[in-house]
């Protein structure tokens, strides 16, 4: 049996696939892109021997990051998405009709040209006119951009380049781009291997967002599984949406927009080091 | 660096662990006992090369198997826990003061010793003059004991010699022991890696028990994380707790009660097979 063992960063667990064969792999500019078939799966993309997508279990990750702040917003017609270059954000994103301009900034064109290639159904959306490829640095965006609705960071790891998506100018960057109704969201790791990090986040934002919020799913492929992402707004509140669910969606519901945050106690346990774990 | 490559069976993702030590290795007369070091999860307990506690996540397991059935019930004073040799759901059931006799059916005594001597902050409940240890196997005790009020199976997987507690003839005699509010809790692996699996308890369980349900926590160590649990009662509804939370919970209470079930459009897409993934 062919395997291969994933480099993600800080993982106390290994993840290692079976792989039937190895479809594409390239050093671009910033990394090396590899896909991959495994039986269970289908096709994977890894990136610097991450895995970063995979066939099956993609409409998780990308309904959960980009619905929850979609729904809270009354009538996003601005977006921004800053990474996620397999095209599933933009996907998501443009399932809501309201929706006229989608700046789409991946650092990496290799990224999207491969996820064209191999994963149609994922990346298919990203040719839709509404979408706006920027291949340039998210943080640079940010600071030339204005009047954004919904503004989504789909990185990788926050160890490495995508660094900069994570640091207190970016995030004062990102609230200066935003309307008055305007939203936030990145992932932030998991709550089960990162914990710190993701506690750092939130009281980072809380100290330039009004309103600062915590939702987790679980995924079935990165590191740690109980993903975590930070939310951020000028004025709504993130649990409470503001529209009927859109239509083609397989997982994310109006039901699992009022479960997926933690529930109070255990958000004011876990930001006030109160856990003891 | 030293790992061991974990065997669990039907995971399309291998779990590997960096290991310092091995404390102890012993074949019983069931299966191979092994205690481990981790430098992030502490020490582990494998059965048959696959892991089965670990001392920084137990709780979150332990305690979700537990309290949700525990909760329910009014006043649970007989309760049956099969399997769960480390101690850990035996420790959760006493904290529940109404308590007034555990029986403890797990079929290798070596694990307990094993358990009681490298994990005593999970085994050290087992000496309770409340439980009652019976080293057999959990179908058979089933078929003689009555006025159960809380049934616990803590079972290692599905497939192998715990396959009996998973048939239909020990789920008719689990019903043939519980009194009138009694409760049956079981694992049934995880939603994202045995997905069939999981279906196929709530259908086979339907047919045997008035009330059948399913709740999920996402875990850190078992293959697919996202552990789904069933829960079958005669008469109550087990996402509705009836008593206020009991102390010592590290991660259970009253608001994780109410969170950790499927919604109920997702469950019945899910039973119905109407999930495209």
Redesign the interface.
């Known amino acids: 049996m062919i395997?291969f063992?994933e480099s993600a960063p800080f993982s106390?667990?290994?993840?290692?696939?079976?792989i039937d064969n190895i479809l594409y792999k390239k050093k671009s500019q910033y990394q090396e892109i590899i896909v991959v078939e495994?039986?269970?799966?289908g096709k994977i993309m890894l990136l610097d021997n991450v895995v970063q997508v995979t066939e099956?279990?993609e409409?998780f990750y990308h309904e959960m990051l980009t619905h929850i702040a979609m729904h809270t917003h009354p009538n996003p017609k601005n977006i921004v998405v800053i990474g996620g270059g397999d095209g599933g954000t933009v996907r998501e994103v443009l399932r809501h009709d309201c929706v006229e301009r989608v700046y789409f900034i991946e650092i990496d064109k290799e990224v999207i040209n491969t996820a064209k290639e191999y994963f149609p159904t994922i990346a298919g959306a990203v040719d839709d006119l509404r979408v706006l490829i920027k291949p340039m640095d998210g943080a640079l965006f940010v600071k030339e951009v204005k009047d954004i609705d919904v503004l989504i960071v789909d990185s990788t790891d926050i160890i490495g380049f995508a660094e900069s998506l994570f640091s207190d100018e970016f995030f004062r960057a990102v609230k200066g781009c935003l309307t008055k109704n305007g939203i936030f969201v990145t992932h932030t790791e998991s709550?089960?291997?990162h914990k710190k990090m993701v506690i750092e986040m939130q009281h980072r934002l809380k100290g330039i967002f009004p309103i600062v919020d915590l939702y987790?799913t679980?995924?079935?492929?990165y590191p740690?599984?109980?993903w975590a992402f930070a939310i951020a707004s000028l004025s709504l509140n993130p649990r409470v949406y503001s529209r009927p669910c859109v239509s083609g969606t397989?997982?994310y519901?109006s039901?699992?927009h009022?479960?997926c945050f933690l529930?109070?106690?255990?958000y004011d346990k876990l930001i006030n080091n109160r856990?003891?774990?």
């Open positions: 395997r063992s106390p667990i290994s993840y290692s696939y079976e495994n039986p269970y799966f099956r279990d409409f709550l089960h291997f987790t679980p995924l079935a492929t740690g599984n109980w397989r997982y519901d039901e699992i009022g479960q529930t109070k106690g255990f856990l003891d774990w």
